[in-house]
């Protein structure tokens, strides 16, 4: 594989959130901003270490009111190490003159590395040089070496190494308001005289933490014993440094939690593993080792800027969600294990993610879809709760399953706390579907579609086909009171209730689920059919009304496009020009009009694609079939209709926006498309949406843009035991590769350039795959290349 690095050169403090986020280092474990480790959290710097699923709940007093969150915790930070002279203060590029900084991420070897040449006066300088791993093959393993190197003098300088436990949650500023205190009962000691640990627990999850550390020195050294401050614990050593001599210091950390299986007492854990760890050299060549193991089942091969962008978007996504989440009981972070944004809960971003996953690692995307299936229970309460069978998936959930969506937010535009209705927001139980089923078609995965996953598909089916309500003035059933993706509307302009009725993109997808549920349990065998709807207590009849609610559910139209939502073109049209020369950057739109006492919910705008969405889910073909389903004609020229009409009344407020967008017109071959999948590409390595990524990069957006690729460009779709492709041209991007694993098949390589198709096959054991094209079907055996010059019928 091509060794990529993404690189930073000079200190910019303006900058530092945003690189500490692009520059985490992660394991799908647990994960460490790329913060300094010189440097403390403040303003300009925030380091911080995330465990993937450990939580805590937390209440606060917000505008009155007592409120709950739960959050992902920042665990104790065993980065910090500083170092100053002999007597003088601690050096920062915050404190002391930098003459040269520059980071490297090496993407290909999971490798952070750092070098900063602090100016000291009189012709003197310290230059510091730093690598440092997550380890990929050990997932409570990680390491920093440190090399200190004098220049025009000899030096005595002195090292402070520490594990903090003081740490808080404090990383995004419209949350500070919240409490973020999450560790308690804080204690350390001294294992051995290299070791120091920490352990600690979380307040109310009851989460018990140990962290351990080992330090290391290859030159002349006084260490000096461990000692313990009140929540750190702190090693100490004193480095003799020769005039052009470079002196060696390393860092081993282990990190254990009470989830961790096959362990006692985590911060015996940790000692143990820190002190059986290797030294750096040996570390470093396991962790390069493990990560060529990855890559090699993942990789992709972009040409020029879009493919650079393409790798690192693609390292974040295997850093967060990698072979060791398959162990795990969690879900989808939407910003990663990269900050504390949106509190590391998972919402419908799986929806953008699993797809990419199920064709190279569907380990993962199985235990991803295990962790919906174990909140199964809690989902059909929450449908108990409001009188319906069935489940209904949480917009934002956490640890348990329970619903844990903000009940209010903060508009930092005009600093009042609102109500949050963004938990109607009842697709994401859709999301879940989806993904079940397109697992189940791309792995050939009967026995989890047959058990976990007819489980949860028929209990969301359940639920929309009990929240369906029949008019008889229209002879349709209708979904009311939810929202949409847009998430600008939640209401009726002047209702005095939140939710809406009929969204288009619920309505549509509801109505697929249902239809999906019918075919499980069609293709389910006769005694596993009879044992699921006992255990269910699906009663009878329920599937007939089924059948009929996938059939009737009301889909709203005007001015001969689909509407977002009944009601919708009754709203008034924005002056968007007006507001784009008074603001400049619209993405926000909601908060602009909220700061001047309006609201989005009297107009047609959009944050992001909403009915639109349903030409990113489905290929034009279903998503015909689906409107015919529900007794509706969709021919090419409406949807193009449509597609142009949202387009100029969206705000692209999301980092999925210009995702979907530029899919859309993707495959509709449209001139306009590059421009939307740049702005997908540069979504956070440019910030776009204007200081988010330093709170965490936008998963969901990283791994859609991988799958634009991988499905979008090329038509793929793995349905009726074929892989199917359709490919579009997009100039900007006519020359890929991808290599991927379908069903039993390793490695399979896809390469698309300049109107050829190549498909190799690695020898293997298995059934020839069934390729299939608009104009032709094929069989590609294990061992052959299958070369194949498409013509415009396939593009």
Not at 3 to 26: K, N
Request: some cysteine; proline content about 5%; glycine content about 10%.
């Amino acid at each position: 594989m091509q060794a990529l690095t993404w690189a930073y050169d000079g200190y910019e403090p303006e900058d530092e959130r945003l690189r500490e986020a692009l520059c985490t280092l992660g394991n799908g474990r647990f994960a460490t901003r790329g913060a300094l480790p010189e440097c403390a959290a403040d303003a300009v710097h925030y380091p911080g270490t995330y465990v993937a699923g450990c939580y805590n709940r937390l209440v606060s007093r917000v505008a009155g009111r007592e409120v709950e969150n739960e959050d992902m915790v920042n665990v104790p930070n065993w980065l910090p190490l500083r170092f100053r002279l002999a007597g003088g203060s601690w050096l920062t590029p915050d404190t002391a003159t930098v003459l040269d900084h520059r980071q490297v991420l090496r993407l290909d070897a999971g490798l952070l590395e750092r070098r900063t040449r602090y100016g000291l006066g009189s012709g003197r300088s310290l230059t510091v040089r730093q690598q440092r791993i997550v380890h990929m093959g050990d997932p409570c393993l990680a390491a920093l070496r440190t090399e200190f190197t004098a220049e025009g003098f000899t030096a005595d300088v002195e090292i402070e190494a520490a594990i903090d436990g003081g740490v808080t949650n404090a990383g995004v500023p419209r949350y500070r308001d919240l409490a973020g205190r999450h560790l308690t009962h804080v204690h350390t000691g001294t294992a051995a005289p290299d070791t120091v640990w920490l352990r600690c627990r979380t307040r109310t999850s009851d989460i018990r933490i140990g962290t351990a550390t080992r330090l290391a020195c290859d030159g002349p050294a006084a260490p000096v014993p461990g000692r313990h401050e009140h929540l750190r614990a702190v090693q100490e050593l004193r480095l003799r440094l020769a005039p052009g001599r470079t002196v060696t210091v390393d860092k081993t950390a282990a990190l254990h939690t009470s989830r961790d299986p096959a362990i006692g007492d985590p911060v015996h854990a940790a000692v143990d593993r820190v002190r059986a760890a290797p030294g750096f050299a040996a570390l470093l060549e396991e962790h390069r080792a493990a990560w060529e193991q990855v890559w090699r089942r993942a990789d992709i091969d972009v040409p020029a800027e879009a493919g650079r962008i393409l790798r690192l978007h693609l390292f974040h996504v295997l850093q967060t969600l990698s072979p060791h989440t398959a162990d795990l009981d969690v879900g989808v972070p939407a910003r990663g294990l990269h900050g504390e944004a949106y509190r590391g809960h998972v919402f419908w971003d799986e929806l953008f993610v699993l797809p990419f996953l199920n064709l190279h690692f569907p380990e993962v995307s199985r235990a991803l879809l295990r962790y919906r299936h174990r909140r199964l229970g809690p989902a059909c309460a929450a449908a108990r709760a409001v009188g319906r069978r069935g489940a209904m998936y949480p917009w934002q959930s956490g640890s348990d399953g329970r619903e844990e969506t903000q009940r209010l937010h903060l508009n930092p535009r005009s600093g009042r706390w609102l109500p949050d209705h963004s938990h109607l927001q009842r697709h994401v139980g859709s999301a879940v579907a989806y993904n079940v089923w397109q697992y189940a078609q791309a792995s050939g995965d009967t026995e989890f579609l047959h058990t976990e996953g007819a489980e949860t598909l028929l209990q969301i089916a359940r639920f929309w086909a009990d929240s369906a309500t029949w008019d008889a003035r229209l002879g349709r059933h209708r979904i009311l009171g939810v929202m949409g993706p847009d998430e600008y509307h939640d209401a009726y302009p002047d209702a005095d209730r939140p939710g809406l009725d009929d969204n288009a993109y619920t309505n549509v997808t509801a109505a697929w689920v249902l239809a999906r549920a019918l075919d499980t349990l069609r293709t389910l065998p006769e005694p596993r059919r009879r044992e699921l709807l006992a255990h269910l207590r699906v009663e009878d009849g329920e599937p007939e009304r089924w059948e009929e609610v996938s059939r009737t559910l009301h889909v709203p139209f005007h001015d001969g496009v689909i509407s977002q939502f009944e009601g919708y073109a009754d709203l008034a049209e924005l002056d968007w020009a007006g507001y784009r020369r008074r603001y400049g950057d619209i993405r926000r739109l909601d908060r602009i009009l909220e700061a001047e006492g309006d609201t989005a919910n009297r107009y047609k705008a959009s944050k992001q694609a909403d009915a639109l969405m349903l030409g990113h889910l489905f290929a034009p073909a279903e998503l015909r079939s689906l409107f015919g389903r529900l007794g509706h004609r969709l021919d090419e020229d409406q949807w193009a209709r449509t597609v142009d009409y949202y387009l100029a009344r969206t705000s692209h407020g999301s980092t999925l926006s210009g995702l979907v967008h530029g899919w859309i017109l993707a495959r509709a071959r449209r001139a306009d498309a590059w421009g939307f999948v740049r702005e997908a590409l540069r979504g956070d390595i440019a910030d776009v949406q204007g200081g988010t990524t330093g709170e965490g990069i936008h998963l969901g957006a990283m791994a859609g843009t991988l799958d634009l690729v991988q499905r979008g460009l090329t038509g793929l779709e793995t349905r009726e035991d074929a892989l199917w492709l359709d490919p579009v041209p997009l100039p900007e991007l006519s020359s890929y590769g991808l290599t991927l694993r379908y069903r039993g098949h390793w490695g399979v390589r896809l390469r698309m350039e300049h109107g050829r198709m190549e498909i190799a096959v690695p020898r293997s054991v298995c059934a020839p795959i069934d390729v299939r094209l608009p104009d032709r079907a094929l069989g590609v055996e294990p061992g052959e290349t299958c070369r194949i010059l498409l013509t415009d019928d396939d593009r």
